[in-house]
């Protein structure tokens, strides 16, 4: 049954039902299991739920899957068959992220007392505007066109708002993000310069949020995708390339252990739904896996429920170094600590301090220059190894999910020019540098 309220209804696509999203057949309510025809919907009409999409996975040949994704393009559209795409993404106007390099950290591996071979960082600064971000805005701004939307929008907390600038500006599409008036200058200066608009709002990363579901419901919104309000289905599912990209590069194998950071949750959730279904259709072999998530401790929700043994995740005002990661309501929050129990892993969170030990660390081991979500994703590994909760014996990712450059002023104070001399030699040798 398609369920469609006026409030989130698109402009011309609401209701024909031609929209063609590939192997997605609709969605599903994550608590009721309610089904609902693909649109841009967001909430379950009976329990209030989120909803997530659900699939008519290619099962039953998965040797034929395997050596299609093989062959396929260098990013994320060679997993187009899993995704909720049309069959045709790969010729359409979009950034193509993805494929970004699975670095074996055997540096890093030796600080950490990790076994060789055993440790790597999945570096996905590599993608086009250097975050995880543009992976769940491609998928997002498929579902945009499918829904007929001629403007892409988000909240943001730095880097999807980049993301979406960019996507929206590559695909001829009108952009207006939102975020905190107090983000750090290389993430407003990566948003801005694609040339649509950014809107900083005087407020955290939840009065943002919530500014933007008044929004979605006001006819000055009407028309505008969201993508991680009424979108948020689709985009969630860019994530999960993220799981599909570590298997297949560790050979199609699951790693024993992974480290995500988590801001609403949803990479964290959707990582985990993705190597699900590697395993249902054949492509891993099912073995156990644990999920670990990382928080700032500055703004610590979930790793504080994990800690209390609560199901319940209670919101907190986030004050952290950290603010790509500062959203002190998380969505997922519910759902990540299930997955974390589930699979036997754990949430933990880092001071500030820690964040930037973990930056310097990661560049002085492997030359990766990570943004405080990279540090507070190491640092929480590092921990979790100190603590015996990571087995150095067993093959670990750590996901590194956005770009130093982007936030400098977080280890400017901490670092600099070992020296300042005059161009001659004697002064190279007063300095002691000779
Ligand atoms: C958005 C973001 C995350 C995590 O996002 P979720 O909301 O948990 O999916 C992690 N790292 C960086 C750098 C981000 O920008
Ligand atoms: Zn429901």
Same mark, same amino acid.
């Given at each position: 049954?398609?369920?469609?309220?006026?409030?989130?209804?698109?402009?011309?696509?609401?209701?024909?039902?031609?929209?063609?999203?590939?192997?997605?057949?609709?969605?599903?309510?994550?608590?009721?299991?309610?089904?609902?025809?693909?649109?841009?919907?967001?909430?379950?009409?009976?329990?209030?739920?989120?909803?997530?999409?659900?699939?008519?996975?290619?099962?039953?040949?998965?040797?034929?899957?395997?050596?299609?994704?093989?062959?396929?393009?260098?990013?994320?559209?060679?997993?187009?068959?899993?995704?909720?795409?049309?069959?045709?993404?790969?010729?359409?106007?979009?950034?193509?992220?993805?494929?970004?390099?699975?670095?074996?950290?055997?540096?890093?591996?030796?600080?950490?007392?990790?076994?060789?071979?055993?440790?790597?960082?999945?570096?996905?600064?590599?993608?086009?505007?250097?975050?995880?971000?543009?992976?769940?805005?491609?998928?997002?701004?498929? =579902? #945009? &066109? +499918?829904?007929?939307?001629?403007?892409?929008?988000?909240? !943001?907390?730095?880097?999807?708002?980049?993301? *979406?600038? @960019?996507? =929206? #500006? &590559? +695909?001829?599409?009108?952009?207006?993000?939102?975020?905190? !008036?107090?983000?750090?200058?290389?993430?407003? *200066?990566? @948003?801005?310069?694609?040339?649509?608009?950014?809107?900083?709002?005087?407020?955290?990363?939840?009065?943002?949020?919530?500014?933007?579901?008044?929004?979605?419901?006001?006819?000055?919104?009407?028309?505008?995708?969201?993508?991680?309000?009424?979108?948020?289905?689709?985009?969630?599912?860019?994530?999960?390339?993220?799981?599909?990209?570590?298997?297949?590069?560790?050979?199609?194998?699951?790693?024993?252990?992974?480290?995500?950071?988590?801001?609403?949750?949803?990479?964290?959730?959707?990582?985990?739904?993705?190597?699900?279904?590697?395993?249902?259709?054949?492509?891993?072999?099912?073995?156990?896996?644990?999920?670990?998530?990382?928080?700032?401790?500055?703004?610590?929700?979930?790793?504080?429920?994990?800690?209390?043994?609560?199901?319940?995740?209670?919101?907190?005002?986030?004050?952290?170094?950290?603010?790509?990661?500062?959203?002190?309501?998380?969505?997922?929050?519910?759902?990540?600590?299930?997955?974390?129990?589930?699979?036997?892993?754990?949430?933990?969170?880092?001071?500030?301090?820690?964040?930037?030990?973990?930056?310097?660390?990661?560049?002085?081991?492997?030359?990766?220059?990570?943004?405080?979500?990279?540090?507070?994703?190491?640092?929480?590994?590092?921990?979790?190894?100190?603590?015996?909760?990571?087995?150095?014996?067993?093959?670990?990712?750590?996901?590194?999910?956005?770009?130093?450059?982007?936030?400098?002023?977080?280890?400017?104070?901490?670092?600099?020019?070992?020296?300042?001399?005059?161009?001659?030699?004697?002064?190279?040798?007063?300095?002691?540098?000779?």
């Amino acid at each position: 049954m398609a369920v469609q309220t006026s409030a989130t209804a698109a402009p011309s696509a609401a209701g024909t039902g031609a929209v063609d999203l590939g192997p997605a057949s609709g969605l599903s309510c994550r608590e009721c299991g309610e089904r609902f025809a693909l649109g841009p919907i967001f909430a379950c009409e009976v329990c209030f739920g989120p909803l997530e999409v659900a699939y008519d996975l290619p099962t039953g040949d998965p040797e034929g899957l395997r050596k299609r994704i093989e062959n396929g393009p260098e990013n994320i559209w060679r997993y187009a068959p899993l995704l909720p795409v049309p069959a045709d993404v790969a010729s359409k106007p979009n950034l193509n992220p993805g494929w970004t390099k699975l670095v074996q950290a055997d540096n890093l591996a030796r600080e950490l007392g990790i076994e060789p071979g055993k440790l790597h960082v999945k570096d996905d600064s590599g993608n086009p505007t250097h975050s995880f971000k543009d992976r769940v805005v491609a998928q997002a701004l498929e =579902a #945009a &066109r +499918a829904f007929g939307y001629t403007t892409l929008s988000c909240s !943001s907390t730095g880097n999807l708002a980049g993301a *979406v600038g @960019a996507a =929206a #500006a &590559r +695909a001829g599409f009108r952009s207006c993000v939102f975020i905190p !008036s107090d983000l750090e200058q290389g993430k407003v *200066v990566m @948003a801005a310069v694609y040339g649509g608009e950014l809107v900083g709002i005087e407020g955290n990363y939840d009065d943002v949020n919530r500014f933007c579901s008044e929004l979605i419901g006001d006819p000055a919104g009407e028309g505008w995708g969201f993508v991680n309000v009424n979108l948020r289905p689709y985009y969630g599912e860019g994530s999960k390339t993220l799981a599909y990209e570590i298997c297949e590069q560790l050979g199609w194998r699951i790693p024993d252990q992974i480290v995500i950071p988590i801001a609403s949750g949803s990479q964290l959730t959707k990582i985990d739904k993705g190597i699900q279904e590697l395993i249902r259709l054949g492509l891993v072999e099912d073995r156990p896996y644990k999920i670990f998530g990382a928080q700032a401790e500055g703004c610590s929700p979930v790793s504080a429920a994990f800690k209390a043994g609560q199901d319940v995740v209670r919101p907190q005002k986030p004050d952290t170094i950290a603010k790509s990661l500062a959203i002190g309501n998380p969505a997922d929050g519910p759902y990540v600590l299930d997955i974390c129990r589930r699979t036997g892993g754990a949430v933990e969170d880092v001071t500030d301090a820690e964040i930037v030990d973990a930056i310097k660390l990661l560049a002085r081991t492997e030359g990766v220059f990570t943004e405080t979500a990279g540090g507070v994703t190491l640092g929480v590994a590092k921990k979790l190894v100190e603590a015996g909760a990571i087995d150095p014996s067993l093959t670990t990712v750590v996901v590194n999910t956005g770009d130093g450059l982007k936030t400098l002023d977080a280890v400017e104070p901490t670092t600099g020019m070992t020296a300042v001399i005059r161009p001659n030699l004697d002064s190279f040798r007063e300095a002691g540098l000779a």
